[in-house]
Each structure stands twice: as structure tokens, then as C-alpha cells.
């Protein structure tokens, strides 16, 4: 995967949650995924269509997703409550919606599809010509995990080479 489909993600993990968690954000590591994508907590997932096709995976262990939600809701919240999810989501929403927008600005077009909340323990394994990314991000409430699969649409890969 070309890393100038990766950099906006990057950027805009940094952008969003640094100043969301008012701490500041690290990347831990970075690796090539082959296996098929096992969940680590509470996971969103965002579909992209157009010329990148693929998904992103935004995924929290359970504490970390409670201590995130809580700080973004301004309260502790227990493990159990419905906002803890929605959190996910919504900080999922938001991390990809700036990274996606940086690429629109970069002349690549997409359909971004709402995050839905991934409940299978394991997903896709990587293909021939889609691999799968993983992003560890380092913050003072927990690691948050963003697992990449992205390829160029099959007619702009042909049109490049």
C-alpha cells in the first residue's frame, strides 16, 4: 500500500485525537496485516467507494474505548453503556472524514460509508491486491488500533500502469 494513502490517516488520527484527549498521540507501530483481521474491542467499520476502494477498521480494546467515550462525554461511563459504542463510531467518523477530505483535496473521489459497529471476532484476510495496513496509536487513555485495507479502483490501476 502506497503510503500517500496512508499519511492522511496518519495526519489526521494526530489532528483528532490529540487535541480530543487534550494528550499527545504517538504512532506505536506500523505493520503489514496477512492474516485475517482479528478484533481487539469495541471496532468500527468504514466502507470507501470510488477511485480507492476499501475499508478501514478503527478499533479500541474495551477499557481503552470506555476511557475514550468517558473523556469525550465528560463523565465516566461504565463498560456497559451504549455511548461507549457510539464514541467509537463517531471518533471513527471523524479520523477517516479528515483523512478522506485531504485526499478529495488531492483530486481522488469517494463515497464514505457510515461507520457501523463490527461485532465479528475475526474479518477479511488480505488479497493479492488489496493489503491490509495496521496503525497503532499511542495516547495516554490506551492504544487505538486502525487496520487499513485500501487498493486503487481496478480501472485507475490499469489507466496508471
Known amino acids: 500500500m ?3 494513502l496512508i499519511q492522511p490517516f496518519i495526519n489526521a488520527a494526530d489532528a483528532v485525537l ?3 484527549l487534550k494528550s499527545p498521540m504517538a504512532i506505536g507501530h506500523l505493520s503489514m496485516e496477512e492474516e485475517a483481521y482479528r478484533r481487539k474491542g469495541v471496532a468500527a467499520l468504514v466502507w470507501l467507494t470510488g477511485d480507492i476502494e ?5 478499533d479500541l480494546d474495551p477499557a481503552t474505548a470506555r476511557r475514550v467515550a468517558s473523556h469525550f462525554a465528560g463523565c465516566e461511563l461504565p463498560e456497559t453503556d451504549n455511548l461507549v459504542p457510539e464514541a467509537v463510531c463517531e ?3 471523524q479520523v477517516i472524514g479528515n483523512a478522506v477530505a485531504f485526499l478529495n483535496d488531492q483530486g481522488f473521489h469517494f463515497r464514505v460509508h457510515p461507520p457501523a459497529l463490527l461485532t ?3 474479518g477479511s ?4 491486491d488489496t493489503e491490509a495496513m495496521v496503525l497503532c496509536f499511542e495516547t495516554s487513555s490506551g492504544n487505538i ?3 487499513i485495507a485500501l487498493r486503487y479502483k481496478k480501472q485507475q ?5
Open 120 to 122: 465479528a471476532e475475526h
Open 145 to 147: 488500533f486502525m487496520n
Open 18 to 20: 490529540a487535541p480530543g
Open 125 to 128: 484476510k488480505s488479497t493479492e
Open 54 to 58: 476499501g475499508r478501514i477498521i478503527f
Open 91 to 93: 471518533l471513527a467518523n
Open 157 to 161: 490501476a490499469v489507466a496508471a500502469g
Open 2 to 4: 502506497k503510503m500517500e
